[in-house]
């Protein structure tokens, strides 16, 4: 077990529906990222979170948005669903640190979109 | 851009028949360079972080090294459950984020 949380386990919705995951980190740890895991693609770096503040963006999609709130969950929001959005998400946290930190990675959502 | 590569795609073995996964990257300024194991369905299990050329990193039957080109992660007389996929990832000068290979999937048949 990693520390890391995330809710749902599965969730399976429609074509242009907006969905949202949520996450917690691990104790004291202040960095939240979100992942993406397809078949084809790999894992692939969403966005960073870090205390409150949006630190880092990689290939989020315009209909992708993502907070942290001040108790440090975050929540990942997806809206206008298509269906090659289906894929695992997975949140991350790490501790800051000047060297590379470790991210401890969550059990993930898996997102089904028909 | 930064880039890792691992081969192979997949590998099957018998029960302690040791061998090697390859990690090849590409990094400007490399912050760390990181091995998870991933279960099916499930996240990603840290496992080591190697953060300058010749460091090496072990763990039960589990060697992880590193060059300043690629990673090696070494797996010593295996068991059936160390059947997963294998992830290496690095993490660049000025980034937090990590890029992550493809994979190599490691089957160990009893």
């Known amino acids: 077990d990693s520390g890391v949380t995330q809710t749902p386990k599965h969730l399976i919705t429609a074509t242009g529906q907006r969905v949202t995951l949520r996450c917690s980190p691990r104790?004291?740890?202040?960095?939240v990222y979100w992942y993406q895991q397809s078949l084809d693609q790999g894992l692939q770096f969403l966005i960073q979170?870090?205390?409150?503040?949006?630190?880092a963006k990689g290939n989020i999609l315009e209909r992708f948005s993502a907070q942290q709130f001040p108790d440090l969950h975050s929540e990942l929001n997806l809206s206008s669903l298509e269906l090659g959005d289906s894929a695992l998400y997975f949140c991350?946290?790490?501790?800051?640190?000047?060297?590379?930190?470790?991210?401890?990675f969550g059990p993930g959502t898996r997102l089904t979109v028909l | 851009e930064d880039q890792v590569t691992q081969s192979p795609e997949a590998l099957r073995l018998q029960e302690g028949e040791s061998s090697s996964l390859n990690c090849s990257y590409t990094v400007s300024g490399l912050r760390g360079l990181f091995w998870y194991r991933q279960d099916p369905g499930k996240g990603p299990e840290f496992l080591f972080t190697l953060y300058s050329a010749g460091e090496e990193k072990e763990k039960e039957r589990l060697k992880a090294t590193l060059t300043k080109k690629e990673s090696f992660l070494h797996i010593t007389a295996p068991k059936p459950e160390d059947s997963a996929t294998y992830l290496c990832?690095?993490?660049?000068?000025?980034?937090?984020?990590?890029?992550f290979g493809q994979g190599t999937r490691l089957t160990i048949n009893p």
């Open positions: 991350a946290s790490s501790a800051t640190g000047t060297r590379g930190a470790e991210q401890f």
């Open positions: 990832a690095v993490q660049g000068e000025g980034a937090q984020k990590l890029v």
């Open positions: 104790s004291g740890d202040l960095s």
């Open positions: 979170y870090y205390n409150g503040e949006e630190r």
